[in-house]
């Protein structure tokens, strides 16, 4: 049974760039969610995927988009990169319950490691 | 606002001791709360999780002890082991929303 995957696992970019970031979820899983994490700290919820639409999006500009796949994959969209963007990029799998209101224990993939220069 | 965090940024203790991880909450709102295990260069990895309306959940040489009085959250591993050594996160996750972390704390373990 396979768990996250994400790809690449090491991308470089440069300031102004567009990158695009995919992430398959856990076998049986249908809900996607991407996080941000910078050195150091935790953590931080970008935005939540559940049947090819945005269900729940944190502090991030609009520069942050994204998309969900029939197949419950997703792709992680962030254009105009900053500096600041550099960090390491996490996808999250799980699957909704009670007819959608609640999701179960979200599962992480290992991540994206970008560096914007 | 409200926010997640921890007590203590780090934590070093004797291999085969007791370790435990304390975390702080402000959201009474909250669903549930888990615990994450995250290794140098990986993503993190689900420890236990426990309902709200719960106060304590064992696994594997693992206890979380959750109190809604001080809305405070634990993280018990008994005999500590050097595999152990990671950083551990608590979240909370409230219904249809978002998932919030806190800072970590780096826990590392002395043969």
């Known amino acids: 049974d396979a768990g996250v995957t994400q790809s690449p696992t090491h991308l470089i970019k440069t300031r102004g760039q567009q990158v695009t970031l995919r992430c398959s979820p856990k076998?049986?899983?249908?809900?996607v969610s991407w996080y941000q994490q910078a050195l150091g700290q935790g953590p931080q919820f970008i935005f939540q995927?559940?049947?090819?639409?945005?269900?729940q999006r944190g502090n991030f500009p609009d520069r942050f988009s994204g998309h969900q796949f029939p197949n419950y994959s997703s792709e992680l969209n962030v254009n105009a990169l900053l500096l600041g963007d550099s960090a390491l990029y996490l996808c999250?799998?799980?699957?909704?319950?009670?007819?959608?209101?609640?999701?179960?224990?979200?599962?992480f993939g290992p991540g994206t490691r970008l560096t914007v220069l | 606002g409200e926010s997640v965090g921890l007590h203590l940024p780090t934590l070093s203790v004797q291999e085969g001791d007791n370790s435990i991880i304390n975390c702080a909450y402000s959201?009474?709102?909250?669903?549930?709360f888990i615990w994450y295990k995250q290794e140098s260069g990986k993503g993190p990895q689900f420890i236990i999780d426990?309902?709200?309306?719960?106060d304590k959940r064992q696994g594997q040489r693992v206890t979380v002890l959750l109190n809604k009085t001080v809305k405070h959250l634990s993280l018990q591993i008994a005999a500590t082991q050097p595999g152990d050594s990671a950083v551990y996160f608590c979240a909370e996750n409230k219904v249809n929303n978002d998932m919030r972390f806190g800072a970590g704390t780096r826990l590392t373990v002395k043969p």
């Open positions: 076998s049986g899983h249908d809900t």
């Open positions: 959201n009474s709102a909250s669903d549930y």
């Open positions: 426990i309902r709200s309306n719960m």
């Open positions: 995927y559940y049947e090819e639409e945005e269900r």
């Open positions: 999250a799998s799980s699957l909704r319950r009670d007819r959608g209101v609640s999701t179960d224990t979200q599962y």
